[in-house]
């Protein structure tokens, strides 16, 4: 090990990932003008969705979110969309991998998959954070039925920080596990638009997941997809409560610790194939 | 035209020699444009109708909207990637070519992965028009495709727009996605369920309406006032303001100098 290397070595772990958050905020930082526009996009499309919905329930019938509950999961679902939108990839990555620059990468001293882990949660973190403020608070002002409600208690607000956070790891986890993907095809630009459109729907982001039909909820549901955002979005509301929240946030609990554990495994293959080649 | 066709025949030229990456991308914009929708589909078979119209017929507003989209950003994807253009000193070359810069940014770029969409449009074409009730005569057949056709124009101003934008200030342009991409999504229903206001806004400022809804009343039989066949017309009247911001950005255009 070098002595450059050492001295990292020695710093706390904890230290060197609180540096990578900082970098990517830093980062993202930069683009303030672009989030500003981000916001203002979201915003208008949140609007559109809750307008349409307006006319579906004007049709009526039995309906399985009231339409406050659907109001509250479209606001919060633009608010947060940088956390959990499966369309997002790092190019930076996806070009050490198909480049090279991956020598680099596995020359540090961090774990690789720990490392990537945190550069893409801290990357949709800093997103979030610099987009969600000015929409909730447009969202909560906005005249009654547009307006988003507060969550239905202190439990069910828990429950929503804590799936969120789950949900943000499980987005991380598949990410890394195209990212890993990547590195067997080398383009793997088939797998990123799969992800982009099947996983979109199937995660609730295109209608929410109580609107599909039976066989198709169930199917979502049982995905990894339905982790991502549909759990904490409808906790927050009440949609999902008491036991059927906690069968929902043990399968998060499953689908995060099986994706992770294939990912490392992937990138375990991956290295032992791994040539680097000189120059 | 002669000209366009030579351009267009080198385009596809050089497309060929990457046909598998073609390929993918092809399928990957079909795959897209499949779960936009899937999401009709699970909506409508819950609640039937919407604002009066039933399956087959929110179909037809979706497979219009899908295909002028498509046809747009095949044809007219060089203002949709205009900054880099004005970046790289791209527009200073086209400048001083003795062919008007409006047909060579045209012709700089065609984007024929997007068939994905166009495919995934002609089938939804072939299902609302196989399940529905309109009895389809020449004259119905004849305005689907003026509605296509001005739409593509629609679209493709929507990127001069947003190209224009680009003169003045390289950030921010992506508020431009909300009437692109807003469009086409915000297209797939009836633009009249998003409320009277809405409708009028896309009928007044921003004309998406005027191909999209109101001479769909006609074809649907909703309306037998034959000035709705006109209404396609009107998204001519919307290219005036837009050649004048066209021209504007370029009176402002100064050159980077690399």
């Known amino acids: 090990m070098t002595a450059r290397g050492r001295l990292a070595g020695s710093l706390l772990p904890a230290k060197k990932y609180l540096a990578l958050f900082r970098v990517r905020f830093q980062n993202e930082m930069q683009y303030r003008v672009a989030a500003l526009a981000g916001v203002c996009t979201q915003f208008v499309w949140g609007f559109m969705e809750i307008l349409l919905f307006r006319a579906f329930y004007q049709v009526g019938g039995e309906m399985p979110m009231t339409f406050s509950q659907l109001v509250t999961y479209e606001w919060l679902q633009q608010a947060f969309l940088a956390l959990f939108m499966l369309w997002f990839w790092d190019k930076d990555i996806i070009e050490a991998i198909t480049g090279g620059n991956i020598a680099y990468e596995l020359a540090r001293p961090m774990d690789l998959y720990n490392m990537w882990f945190t550069r893409v949660a801290a990357q949709r973190i800093a997103r979030a954070l610099l987009r969600c403020l000015p929409i909730l608070l447009v969202a909560f002002l906005l005249p009654e039925p547009y307006r988003m409600s507060l969550p239905v208690s202190f439990g069910a607000f828990l429950l929503f920080v804590v799936s969120t956070a789950l949900g943000l790891c499980v987005v991380a986890a598949l990410t890394m596990l195209v990212y890993a993907l990547t590195f067997f095809t080398m383009s793997a630009s088939g797998v990123r638009i799969f992800a982009a459109s099947i996983a979109e729907l199937l995660s609730g982001a295109v209608v929410p997941l109580p609107f599909f039909p039976e066989k198709w909820r169930l199917l979502a549901e049982l995905s990894p997809f339905a982790a991502v955002q549909n759990l904490p979005l409808r906790l927050y509301s009440g949609n999902l409560a008491g036991d059927e929240a906690l069968f929902y946030l043990g399968m998060q609990v499953f689908w995060l610790v099986a994706l992770v554990l294939l990912g490392r495994i992937l990138l375990r293959l991956m290295r032992r194939r791994l040539v680097v080649q000189g120059g | ?258």
């Open chain 2, 1 to 258: 035209m002669k000209l366009y066709f030579r351009y267009f025949s080198i385009h596809l030229k050089s497309l060929m020699q990457y046909k598998a990456s073609f390929l993918l991308l092809t399928v990957g914009q079909f795959i897209t444009s499949f779960s936009a929708f899937l999401g009709i589909y699970f909506l409508m078979s819950r609640f039937h109708t919407v604002n009066g119209f039933a399956l087959h017929e929110v179909l037809l507003f979706f497979a219009v909207t899908l295909m002028a989209f498509s046809l747009a950003e095949c044809f007219a994807r060089g203002f949709d990637v205009f900054p880099s253009m004005l970046g790289n000193g791209e527009f200073d070359r086209i400048l001083l070519r003795p062919i008007h810069p409006v047909f060579q940014v045209i012709a700089s770029k065609m984007e024929f992965s997007r068939v994905g969409r166009l495919l995934q449009a002609v089938l939804t074409f072939a299902l609302a028009i196989g399940g529905g009730e309109v009895q389809w005569r020449w004259d119905k057949i004849l305005l689907l495709v003026l509605m296509i056709f001005s739409g593509a124009v629609f679209f493709a101003a929507l990127f001069v727009v947003g190209a224009s934008f680009s003169f003045f200030s390289t950030e921010g342009l992506e508020v431009m996605n909300i009437f692109t991409d807003g469009g086409r999504e915000f297209g797939r229903y009836p633009l009249s369920v998003y409320g009277k206001e809405m409708l009028r806004f896309y009928t007044f400022i921003v004309p998406m309406a005027l191909f999209q809804y109101y001479p769909m009343l006609y074809i649907l039989g909703r309306s037998e006032n034959p000035w709705l066949c006109a209404a396609p017309l009107g998204i001519l009247v919307f290219l005036l303001p837009v050649s004048l911001v066209w021209k504007l950005g370029v009176r402002h255009y100064r050159s980077t100098g690399s």
